[in-house]
């Protein structure tokens, strides 16, 4: 991230270390594998790849001919290692006196539903396998090409790619010490070769970036990213892709004006005042047959406010993921930055600020009043991104936009309903639901639709104001969807992604960048 801008946190002295992004040059070529030299050699292979007749001999053509060449070596170590060729296993030869110094063979999911999902993978794996081997040139192959059609090839061939990136990006900002990664070039083998895959390889590699871009605005710890530097941020995606993106961001006074009362009631208890940001994209031609927006929530921190989240599963410790939404639309924005899709105009809007406590802070029961005259009783000030959500939809329906995709870590509601790796969908519009569902089935992330059940509002009633912002405990997560609902124009496709579950991956305590690669997909679907 960007250093030394207004605003930049100090809290603790610290500040992020400039950390370069793997620069991984990839070629798709058409030749013998075992005339290639490098450093490694990986071959993606499946259970079905690694069976053998009853001499022990491999029944697949690529690794009977290696198995050859090595005097039955391959075969030999494949016993020895358990290796089956099942997903997540690897193996790995030194090789003295042959082309390659190294051979992988990397398992190969048969029963995921997405070929992008199990190709990206692969990437990841063939990543962790050349970085334990301190490679700097590697080379792909799949043990089995017959019979798959060109766009399998396509898509196969640029999820390897983000799957490698990603693989190899390591977040070692906040770190005394980090090491670069040692992989500078890929070779993609018999997967095609052309200007179309080409492309494509490109294509990836702005999503690659724009993936990372939103890993690292998570990672931040709230010390560093507040809103100012949300802003700081999201700014520079601006600037240095200016000739097709223009920033704006308002501040208190600005936000005043446009009557945001609901957004600035959850910012007014931090002393990190807040910013709206609206990025702006429009195409080098500046042709336009579709206006789009992105909106993403943007809380830098959830403290809850007064109702405070306590106890051992409240999570407070990870409330900086609480701007995942923004993250995603952010990265998003910085890959379309670098594809530039024709026809087609995309509004980037987030409302960052804290959810803190302090004597000027939002109190329960206090009421509220949106940008769009409607009133909200706040009977829990930990449900405070949809209260941010509601001004910035407002805002969003106000450009004259056709559609919009907001991006919420929204509810703990939706991680019971679907777990950690599943976003809900919420959206009245059934072509929209199918956009974003073709868009996911193309990047292999993983979304639900979920029911917005109108007579479910009847919770959602004040007796003071026009609404609460919060209903009962079932049902959260369309609760929460509904109240949304009220701050977009009717005339306007609109839809909700809960992500709180796939943005942060517990196990790894690191955030994943969920939901740029579907937001671009979902971009160029409504480009010319």
């Known amino acids: 991230m960007a250093s030394g801008a207004a605003g930049r946190a100090t809290l603790g002295l610290t500040k992020p270390a400039e950390i370069e992004v793997p620069q991984v040059s990839f070629a798709a070529k058409e030749i013998d594998f075992a005339e290639w030299k490098g450093d490694l050699l990986a071959i993606a292979v499946s259970e079905s790849d690694m069976s053998k007749d009853y001499d022990l001999k491999f029944l697949n053509s690529i690794l009977k001919r290696l198995d050859g060449q090595l005097n039955g070596l391959l075969s030999d170590a494949s016993i020895e290692e358990d290796f089956k060729g099942k997903n997540g296993q690897s193996m790995v030869l030194r090789l003295p006196g042959f082309g390659f110094r190294r051979l992988g063979l990397v398992g190969l999911s048969q029963s995921a539903t997405s070929v992008a999902a199990t190709y990206r993978d692969i990437g990841e794996a063939i990543a962790a396998v050349a970085k334990a081997a301190q490679a700097s040139s590697a080379a792909i192959i799949l043990a089995s090409t017959n019979g798959i059609s060109e766009e399998f090839k396509l898509t196969a061939a640029s999820a390897i790619s983000i799957g490698i990136v990603l693989g190899l990006h390591e977040d070692n900002r906040y770190k005394s010490e980090s090491k670069k990664p040692y992989l500078k070039s890929v070779d993609i083998i018999g997967l095609g070769f052309g200007l179309e895959l080409d492309n494509k390889l490109k294509y990836s590699n702005a999503v690659s970036s724009g993936i990372i871009f939103a890993r690292e605005l998570v990672n931040s710890p709230a010390n560093v990213l507040t809103p100012a530097v949300l802003a700081e941020e999201a700014s520079k995606v601006a600037s240095v892709y200016n000739d097709v993106f223009t920033a704006k961001v308002l501040d208190v006074e600005q936000c005043m004006e446009l009557k945001m009362g609901s957004y600035l009631g959850v910012a007014a208890a931090s002393s990190n005042p807040p910013?709206?940001?609206?990025?702006?994209?429009?195409?080098?031609?500046g042709d336009v047959k579709t206006k789009l927006a992105i909106v993403g929530k943007g809380l830098t921190f959830d403290s809850g406010g007064y109702n405070i989240k306590t106890g051992p599963a409240c999570s407070i410790d990870t409330m900086k993921y609480d701007m995942g939404g923004s993250a995603a639309a952010f990265g998003a924005a910085k890959a379309i930055g670098q594809i530039k899709p024709p026809g087609v105009e995309v509004h980037f809007i987030v409302a960052a600020c804290e959810n803190m406590i302090s004597g000027t802070g939002m109190r329960p029961g206090d009421i509220v009043t949106a940008s769009n005259g409607k009133t909200i009783e706040v009977n829990n000030t930990d449900a405070e991104g949809r209260l941010t959500l509601a001004d910035a939809l407002v805002y969003a329906c106000d450009q004259g936009v056709e559609k919009i995709v907001d991006l919420a870590t929204l509810?703990?509601?939706?991680?019971?309903?679907?777990?950690?790796?599943?976003?809900?969908?919420?959206?009245p519009s059934d072509e929209l639901a199918k956009e974003i569902?073709?868009?996911?089935?193309?990047?292999?992330?993983?979304?639900?639709?979920?029911?917005?059940?109108?007579?479910?509002?009847?919770?959602?009633?004040?007796?003071?104001?026009?609404?609460?912002?919060t209903g009962g405990r079932q049902g959260g997560a369309i609760l929460a969807a509904l109240f949304l609902k009220q701050f977009v124009n009717e005339k306007v496709q609109w839809m909700h992604i809960d992500v709180a579950g796939p943005v942060w991956n517990d196990k790894k305590r690191t955030a994943t960048g969920f939901g740029v690669s579907t937001l671009v997909e979902w971009v160029l679907k409504n480009s010319s």
């Open 411 to 427: 509810t703990g509601a939706c991680i019971v309903a679907l777990g950690s790796s599943i976003a809900g969908i919420f959206t």
């Open 437 to 469: 569902t073709a868009a996911a089935v193309l990047t292999g992330e993983k979304f639900w639709r979920m029911p917005l059940e109108d007579s479910y509002w009847e919770s959602m009633k004040s007796s003071v104001a026009d609404m609460v912002n």
């Open 275 to 285: 910013h709206f940001i609206h990025l702006c994209y429009r195409p080098p031609s």
